[in-house]
């Protein structure tokens, strides 16, 4: 059984006479691989990794892919060794908010909290106070969520100063892309709830709402309660990343900015 005061030095230097290998097939195979990228960072010399056993000197990321390469590691577990929790981004992208609506980059290994399948005693079909039942959540990668295959999907956070969708769209929701859905879908609905939502990327950043297209032209529309103007993006000016097909989102956030986002904005031209 692994020890838990065992320092990654020592887990690596254990890895590496379990393979079998001395400090020359280290340094040889790091070298092959610097020579197959052409980086001559991704090589091990026998001193370095004498300091990395022994002394817990930190491998530069060159040095951890050639370390993970040659012992069979994964890189999320090696991180894990040097106390860097890789698969906590889901949830740490929270705790360093930005104003503005963007895309965002997880992994499937990506953790968040949730309940536990098997711990949670309530019927979805039925409103439930959830206050009793969160000493039992626990952490899950997000390519369990809901059975679905987050690999063909992304993710995009709306910005804490985007009030476009509100009240359908709080700032601060984490929302879920299908890139398969770029087609714009311009009728199909009969209710705002029901109309689809699009995540867009222009040269200026990114957008989250209905659209409509027609004419060679997309058409942004934002929600009515946010006072903002329609925004008319000609074709290639724009890039619909996908459709919202998922969302978590607190129903409670700052305090809006009256009139900050009530500007008319002009129809895009071009470069």
């Not at 060679?216 to 000016?237: C, D, N, R, W």
């Amino acid at each position: 059984m692994e020890r838990v005061t065992e320092r990654p030095g020592e887990k690596l230097k254990r890895v590496r006479e379990k393979l079998g290998l001395t400090y020359r097939d280290v340094e040889k195979a790091s070298q092959q691989l610097a020579a197959d990228h052409s980086n001559d960072e991704f090589t091990i010399a026998l001193s370095r990794l004498s300091d990395i056993e022994h002394k817990d000197t930190a491998p530069t990321i060159f040095r951890l892919y050639s370390l993970c390469a040659i012992y069979r590691l994964d890189l999320f577990d090696l991180l894990g060794w040097y106390r860097v929790p890789a698969d906590s981004i889901a949830a740490d992208i929270f705790r360093t908010p930005h104003a503005q609506t963007h895309a965002v980059h997880l992994q499937p290994r990506s953790s968040v909290t949730v309940p536990h399948p098997i711990d949670v005693e309530f019927d979805l079909g039925r409103t439930t106070f959830l206050s009793h039942l969160v000493r039992r959540w626990g952490r899950a990668g997000l390519g369990l969520l809901n059975g679905m295959d987050m690999k063909r999907h992304r993710y995009g956070l709306i910005g804490l100063e985007d009030w476009s969708m509100y009240p359908v769209l709080h700032p601060g929701s984490l929302v879920l892309i299908d890139d398969r859905r770029r087609r714009i879908a311009n009728s199909g609905w009969s209710s705002e709830i029901d109309r689809p939502i699009y995540f867009l990327e222009h040269r200026e950043g990114y957008r989250c709402g209905w659209c409509s297209s027609g004419d060679g032209k997309l058409i942004y529309q934002p929600h009515p309660a946010s006072h903002q103007q329609p925004e008319v993006f000609a074709s290639g000016t724009i890039d619909v990343v996908g459709q919202v097909t998922g969302v978590a989102m607190l129903m409670e956030g700052r305090r809006r900015r009256h009139g900050r986002n009530s500007a008319t904005v002009p129809e895009s031209q071009d470069p």
